[in-house]
T-cell receptor, first 113, second 114 residues
Framework: AQSVSQHNHHVILSEAASLELGCNYS??????LFWYVQYPGQHLQLLLK??????LVKGIKGFEAEFIKSKFSFNLRKPSVQWSDTAEYFC???????????FGGGTRVLVKP | KAGVTQTPRYLIKTRGQQVTLSCSPI?????VSWYQQTPGQGLQFLFE???????NKGNFPGRFSGRQFSNSRSEMNVSTLELGDSALYLC?????????????FGPGTRLTVL
């Protein structure tokens, strides 16, 4: 079955620390990948997405993600976090031309000021 | 552009009742997806509609159903409610292609089943 897994359920770090959130997917064939973020009390919103081309994707708010096909991974990174990055982050995948977006379990990130 | 709206925002029901949730997509968007979000299971795909047709369905029992109207508004219905149906139900709207389009999420409907 197609699935998306996020290794860390909770991450706590201090401002200015670097962040990396892991995401692995189990899909055959071409897959499109997304990272969504849910800030406290707000809607889920898109951070970045990858379909093809440069495997290093830049998104909003200084986030980037790297697609590594051989590892079935799409890890999210930010070099220096801020308190405002406190949120829950979701990785998601969908087969190219598919209809069903599958989300990982989410990672709650707490940034201490 | 107005965002995705969901009504009602909060609902309290008792076991055995049924409930209907509504979602109005962003103007011009023809596809609506529904998700159930719970602390234990995370975000799970319920179904997706495009031009009034269900294109895909997740692994939920038949008690969960939906439909889409000609104006792209969508409703989902849950019959014979169970305690485990307590969740945040999210609707997402997109222009047409779930595999490439950004999904724009609404605020959700928080359903509590007592």
């Amino acid at each position: 079955a197609q699935s998306v897994s996020q290794h860390n359920h909770h991450v706590i770090l201090s401002e200015a620390a670097s962040l990396e959130l892991g995401c692995n997917y189990s899909y055959g064939g071409t897959v499109n990948l997304f990272w969504y973020v849910q800030y406290p009390g707000q809607h889920l919103q898109l951070l970045l997405k990858y379909f093809s081309g440069d495997p290093l994707v830049k998104g909003i708010k200084g986030f980037e993600a790297e697609f590594i096909k051989s590892k079935f991974s799409f890890n999210l990174r930010k070099p220096s976090v801020q308190w405002s990055d406190t949120a829950e982050y979701f990785c998601a995948a969908i087969k190219a031309a598919g209809n069903k977006l599958t989300f990982g379990g989410g990672t709650r990130v707490l940034v201490k000021p | 552009k107005a965002g995705v709206t969901q009504t009602p925002r909060y609902l309290i029901k008792t076991r055995g009742q049924q409930v209907t949730l509504s979602c109005s997509p962003i103007s011009g968007h023809r596809s609506v997806s529904w998700y159930q979000q719970t602390p234990g299971q995370g975000l799970q795909f319920l179904f997706e509609y495009f031009s009034e047709t269900q294109r895909n369905k997740g692994n939920f029992p038949g008690r969960f159903s939906g439909r889409q109207f000609s104006n792209s508004r969508s409703e989902m219905n849950v019959s014979t409610l169970e305690l485990g149906d307590s969740a945040l139900y999210l609707c997402a709207s997109l222009q047409g292609d779930p595999s490439t389009d950004t999904q724009y999420f609404g605020p959700g409907t928080r359903l509590t089943v007592l």
